[in-house]
């Protein structure tokens, strides 16, 4: 029976489509992230589906909709593929190499500082590939749902009983706002009266407008909602053009820059959160992963604090750098 179902379930290049198909919501995407025509895309899915001999998704209008074969052969191949790799990191590792790949899930805000936490892993293991998929926190949750990646970088992770967390970094939020705005000129402003001023808030679903949202909420206060803006650099841009005041991870400004803005003494700001490194305890881990944990817990954490606090200063503050291992 082994033996039939494996003559069924297709070569591992038409595993590999359907998983793009599935993850990109459409063939017009998936043969663009595989560097394949749109009738390749479909001729191979189709050859799948009738050596399993049952339809793999119908066409609902412009959307795919996945089968419960489909959605069963999409798991299926997303374990194969995964143990292929295993064994790949495996075989490399008796052989000592440190090869293969090593998948990352990072939340907008995150990808200012996480290349430079990258940086060092991919000198010290030059054999081992990285793929950073950075998106919004909702897409990020749903890579996370899939178990597309080896982590996840969140400020504010979801509640999953399956969820191994470590904190590696504090993440504080400040006040921001346009060169030359009155509250610039105070040495302390009231978080009433900072929240009387027109804002520009993170889109729903992201973890920096969460944070703001419980924080405000804590307080009493309502903020003077102007504009929904989906991206930090646009916020930042926003600000320096005089639509309102902000509040945005520190991060942000570190390496987005400070250029045309200036950072608001407001009480009860800033709102430090933590960022952290997320895995699913279900989703065995590899050799990859775990060589990149270790390296997070021995040097990188400690290297990416006191980069930020060399290139920074202003961070200080949120990092007890003395108290680093060196």
């Known amino acids: 029976m082994s033996s039939r179902l494996h003559a069924y379930i297709g070569t591992f290049r038409q595993l590999e489509i359907l998983l793009a198909v599935f993850n990109e919501g459409s063939i017009t995407a998936a043969a663009q992230k595989l560097y394949l025509t749109q009738p390749t895309i479909s001729i191979q899915l189709k050859k799948l589906s009738e050596a399993i001999g049952m339809p793999l998704y119908d066409q609902v209008g412009k959307k795919l909709v996945f089968t419960e074969a489909g959605i069963a052969v ?28 090593l998948r990352i ?12 936490l990258l940086g060092e892993f991919c000198r010290l293991y030059p054999a081992i590939d990285v793929q ?5 926190r909702s897409q990020i949750l749903e890579r996370l749902e899939r178990g597309e990646d080896d982590f996840y970088v969140f400020s504010h992770p979801p509640e999953k009983d399956d969820l191994a967390l470590y904190d590696f970094l504090p993440n504080p939020l400040v006040a921001i706002a346009p060169i030359g705005h009155p509250m610039t000129k105070k040495a302390k ?4 009266e900072f929240a009387q001023y027109p804002f520009l808030m993170r889109e729903p679903g992201s973890g920096t407008r969460h944070a703001i949202e419980e924080h405000m909420k804590k307080f009493g206060i309502k903020l ?78 400690a290297k990416l604090i006191r980069d930020l606090s060399l290139e920074q200063p202003h961070m200080r503050r949120f990092f007890n750098v003395d108290t680093l291992p060196h």
Do not use: C
């Open 74 to 101: 999409v798991a299926a191949a997303r374990d194969i593929l995964d143990r292929s790799e295993e064994l790949e990191s495996r075989l490399s590792d008796l052989k000592g190499l440190k090869a293969g790949t």
């Open 105 to 116: 899930g990072v939340v907008t805000t995150a990808k200012y500082f996480i290349p430079h």
């Open 132 to 136: 950073m998929n950075v998106a919004n």
């Open 189 to 192: 402003v009231s978080l009433a």
């Open 224 to 301: 003077n909602l102007k504009m929904t803006i989906e991206s930090n650099e646009a916020i930042r841009h926003a600000v320096m053009a005089g639509l309102g005041v902000s509040i945005l991870s520190s991060h942000t400004l570190s390496y987005g820059g400070h250029i045309g803005l200036e950072e608001l003494s407001v009480s009860r700001i800033p709102i430090v959160l933590k960022w952290q490194l997320a895995r699913l305890r279900s989703k065995r881990m590899s050799i990859i992963a775990s060589t990149f944990l270790d390296y997070v817990n021995s040097q990188g954490r």
